[in-house]
């Protein structure tokens, strides 16, 4: 599994299946977005923030959802965030801790990027797996931030 975005540590998972069996050698846990009977894990150190894939609708991801996600996050060592499918969800989250742990955006972006793994579902094209991170989280991490992460998205993102 890859985990290292510059010092920190920030794990990448397929999907949340993947997460399960992972969940044991982290000390924290953000689940984001499936809905907390996805996930009973049983963790004694586990956030989970429900909230749908989607960029509009009643179950959008809020601006309340993504900094409690940060919040909860930034300060826990060894932490896994995951999603469904490790695409979306997480890795704008992840993307987030690492910015507020003093990552530069750019930088915490492009090892995200590239540190996907593989997709056993041949979720994959040209031998890149998808990253593409939720744009209504990105937005609300800019507003957090005060940062323009839609250009970084838009700059480095892969075309699939």
Request: net charge negative; with cysteine.
């Amino acid at each position: 599994m890859d985990s290292i975005v510059t010092d920190v540590t920030l794990p990448v998972v397929g999907n949340i299946q993947e997460a399960e069996d992972w969940v044991n050698q982290f000390s924290a846990i953000i689940t984001a977005g499936p809905s907390a009977s996805e996930v009973q894990w049983g963790h004694p150190n586990h956030l989970v923030v429900e909230f749908n894939d989607t960029t509009v609708g009643r179950n959008a991801p809020t601006y309340e959802h993504v900094k409690r996600m940060i919040d909860w996050g930034v300060d826990r060592e060894d932490i896994l965030v995951h999603c469904h499918a490790g695409m979306s969800r997480s890795t704008s989250t992840a993307w987030g801790i690492a910015i507020a742990r003093g990552v530069e955006p750019e930088d915490a972006f492009i090892t995200l990027r590239d540190s996907q793994p593989p997709d056993s579902r041949g979720f994959t094209r040209d031998g890149f797996r998808p990253f593409i991170p939720n744009s209504l989280v990105v937005k609300h991490l800019e507003r957090l931030f005060g940062l323009d992460l839609l250009h970084i998205l838009y700059t480095h993102r892969r075309d699939y």
